[in-house]
């Protein structure tokens, strides 16, 4: 479940046609380090702060932050910069380092782009207005303590005293300073009415027994009002009192003083944020110097382990190569007996063809010599034949003579 508005609900908050139009194209301040820096920076320069303009509408930080304020390198952040990141047809913006105010302050804003930084349009405006309005304050309000009279046949008459409470700006200032028993009340001239007017009320006020500008300041002896020298004014050229251009010219001081408390104040915003500048650029050298630090260990690792890895990848080359040349004399051995035993195999296979024809030969002669014994078995045979039977026919004749002469002798 979702803690509250993500960025693209908030986008959706800023359509031009939404409720919340008057906000587009001013920079609005959406977190800064904690809370009270952020209502400090709304209520002391009046910049908006986005979960007031919103009010009871809570804001998921972490999908915002995590959506338009990561990944600085993403393309989204650089239209974010630039010319803004379209989100629910609202182009969506956010302040750069020079626009910002303010130590680790988000701000963004919605529709257009500001022409101005967060310092020009609150800042710097809000304290020329003050010093202006407490100016103007000065110049139209009389101290607490003294009345201003105008002149018959005006319109209207103001008054301020210390019990009222309605002055502001450069009474003030003058709360502190309230008038003593001894020093007389004033009466304000009015440059509109005329001097009659003004030397009717001061002789009105004499005679009720109240202090005036004029009387109050004259002792036994001294001039009246009425025949003391005036001085014209400087802008009217009518006539005012001494008193009068002394009010006046406290007023004008007042002014400067309050002008200078605003200067000073700017001053102590401006070392404040100068002092800021200096520890964020302090932190960002010694974050440099670590880094470079580290950048330069981590080189002279490389360094190092580049030169081991040249060395063991050198001791693994000799290595390698003692191997290769290891086994190619090797194989340069097996081939030499390979060879060897091809020569010796084809020696023997010329041996063994040899010693076949040989036994050929030896078997064609023994089959002529087995021809030649078996013709001359034969003959043998034969011959024997022969001879049997030429033994039988002298067998046979020896035995016909032997009975020829037995039988002759028989006759005989």
């Keep these: 479940m979702a803690l509250g508005l993500g960025a693209e609900s908030l986008a959706a908050k800023f359509k031009e046609s939404g409720g919340l139009e008057t906000y587009r194209g ?9 809370a009270e820096t952020e209502d400090r920076l709304a209520k002391k320069h009046g910049i908006p702060l986005i979960r007031a303009i919103l009010g009871n509408d809570a804001l998921d930080m ?24 379209e989100v629910q047809g609202v182009l969506v913006f956010k302040a750069g380092k020079t626009e910002r105010f303010g ?10 782009r500001p022409t101005k930084t967060v310092q020009e349009e609150y800042v710097t405006k809000r304290s020329s207005s003050s010093s202006s309005s407490a100016a103007a304050a000065d110049s139209s309000s009389p101290p607490p303590g003294k009345k201003q009279k105008t002149a018959p046949g005006t319109s209207s008459a103001a008054s301020s005293s210390p019990s009222s409470g309605a002055a502001s700006g450069p009474m003030d200032q003058l709360r502190a300073y309230p008038p003593s028993k001894k020093s007389p009340s004033f009466l304000y001239y009015n440059p509109d009415g005329s001097d009659e007017a003004f030397e009717v009320e001061l002789d009105d006020a004499s005679r009720a027994g109240k202090p005036a500008t004029r009387s109050s300041s004259c002792t036994d002896g001294c001039e009246p009002p009425s025949k003391k020298p005036k001085q014209p004014h400087a802008r009217d050229g009518k ?42 650029s302090g932190r960002q050298v010694a974050s440099l110097e670590r880094k470079v630090g580290v950048a330069q260990t981590k080189a002279a690792r490389a ?14 080359k000799d290595r390698e190569l003692d191997r290769l040349q290891a086994q190619l004399d090797g194989a340069l051995r097996k081939y030499a007996a390979a060879v060897g035993a091809k020569k010796g195999a084809e020696l023997k296979a010329k041996r063994a063809e040899t010693q076949r024809k040989q036994a050929e030969q030896r078997a064609a002669s023994s089959e002529k010599a087995k021809a030649k014994s078996d013709t001359a078995l034969e003959g043998a045979l034969a011959a024997s034949a022969r001879l049997r039977e030429l033994k039988n026919g002298c067998n046979k004749r020896a035995r016909e003579q032997a009975r020829r002469r037995r039988m002759s002798r028989s006759s005989g």
């Design 239 to 280: 006539f005012t009192s001494v008193e009068g251009a002394l009010e006046t010219t406290l007023a004008q001081t007042i002014d400067l003083g309050l002008q200078l408390k605003q200067a000073l104040s700017d001053l102590e915003v401006a070392k404040a944020g100068l002092e800021a500048y200096e520890r964020l």
């Design 26 to 34: 001013k920079w609005l301040l959406l977190s800064a380090a904690n």
């Design 303 to 316: 360094e190092s382990k580049a030169a081991g890895d040249v060395a063991s990848t050198a001791a693994a």
């Design 62 to 85: 972490a999908e915002i932050v995590g959506s338009w304020f990561q990944n600085y390198r993403s393309k989204v952040n650089m239209a974010l910069s630039g010319k803004g990141h």
């Design 103 to 112: 130590d680790s302050t988000r701000y963004i804003a919605f529709g257009t």
